[in-house]
């Protein structure tokens, strides 16, 4: 029988940006109960029940997630999950209003906590350390009766990962992928084609790329000459295998130390930040986690790999819950896998 592990990231008040509203996230809850029987993650993934299950999971930390989703899944007597973007959590012991609140009277609406979207949440992170919309430790504490823990990294970061230079920043042409391998933001600074920081070997611009960069001259066509001018310099090297699974094992135990030392818990769960991931990393990830969940769409049986476990994500307005649902609660996924040929099924 299908067992299916669905998941996002937030819970907006009113309108969804990148995910659901809260009202249609209660919508999620209906049609998701309805099709199936929801129990924690941990039961899903060591049930042998004939019974059709699924999980809730939520990526990173939002604050939205106890200020909104916990209230409402506690109401109904649900559990779900959280994959921790650790660094993000606030250190504080701060706990702020959420919707029980607001239902008892002691706030009003206009108190609640009101997100921005994720980008604007990554990049204020990045830029200027700013956690305002995460989680604090004690938040996720009082949240343990509903949920439970897993791990997601660090700090959500990229890393280059191809030497060519899609652009340099102008003042006007900001993308998130400036802001790495370092977050220092100037005119002329190159960006390349980033992946998480924990897929696998990176570029590591040189020192004298960037110092050119910074300081060549901002006039006329200066994006081409500029382009033409580092060809000639030292432009970096990439990361070797030992060097990158190095850098990836440290990351991942400074995330379980916090996840641990805080929450006490040490996970055994882990989602990859981006979805991205590789053969490398998946080595990595196995010497810390049973269970490693990928972006990837499917079903959890018997064949699946619990190093590479698929998630349905929930998306961004009701509609698109239902379709979901419907696809993975029925025989039509299985049938769209057999018809292209998936001999895993």
Do not use: Q
Not at 42 to 64: P, Q
Not at 199 to 216: D, M, V
Not at 292 to 298: E, L
């Amino acid at each position: 029988m299908e067992r299916v592990v669905f998941f996002l990231h937030r819970v907006y008040p009113d309108k969804g940006v990148d995910d659901l509203s809260l009202k249609d996230f209660e919508r999620a809850i209906n049609l998701i109960t309805h099709r199936f029987k929801v129990v924690p993650l941990s039961e899903l993934l060591n049930s042998s029940s004939k019974e059709r299950l699924a999980a809730i999971t939520f990526d990173d930390g939002y604050a939205d997630n106890w200020v909104y989703a916990y209230p409402i899944l506690k109401r109904r007597g649900l559990k779900a999950h959280i994959f921790i973007t650790s660094g993000r959590i606030r250190e504080d012991e701060s706990v702020r209003p959420n919707l029980f609140d607001y239902w008892n009277g002691k706030v009003s609406w206009k108190e609640l906590l009101k997100s921005t979207s994720m980008g604007k949440c990554h990049t204020e992170f990045f830029l200027r350390g700013r956690k305002s919309e995460f989680l604090s430790w004690r938040e996720l504490r009082e949240m343990s009766d509903v949920f439970t823990f897993g791990a997601h990294g660090l700090a959500h970061g990229k890393l280059p990962v191809s030497k060519d230079i899609l652009d340099f920043y102008d003042g006007k042409n900001f993308h998130r992928d400036f802001l790495f391998p370092e977050p220092d933001l100037f005119t002329g600074k190159p960006r390349f084609k980033c992946k998480s920081s924990l897929w696998g070997p990176s570029f590591i611009p040189s020192k004298e790329l960037f110092k050119l960069c910074r300081s060549f001259p901002k006039e006329g066509s200066w994006k081409e000459k500029l382009r033409e001018e580092v060809k000639k310099l030292p432009f970096g090297r990439f990361e070797g295998e030992g060097e990158a699974k190095f850098r990836i094992e440290r990351e991942l135990e400074e995330s379980n130390r916090l996840i641990e030392e805080n929450l006490g818990v040490r996970p055994e769960t882990f989602s990859w930040p981006f979805g991205h991931y590789s053969s490398l990393s998946k080595e990595v990830a196995s010497k810390f986690y049973s269970y490693v969940f990928t972006t990837k769409r499917g079903v959890i049986d018997g064949s699946s790999d619990p190093l590479e476990l698929p998630r349905v994500p929930l998306g961004r307005e009701v509609w698109t819950v239902l379709g979901r649902v419907i696809t993975f609660s029925t025989p039509i996924y299985r049938v769209y896998r057999k018809l292209k040929g998936d001999k895993s099924l």
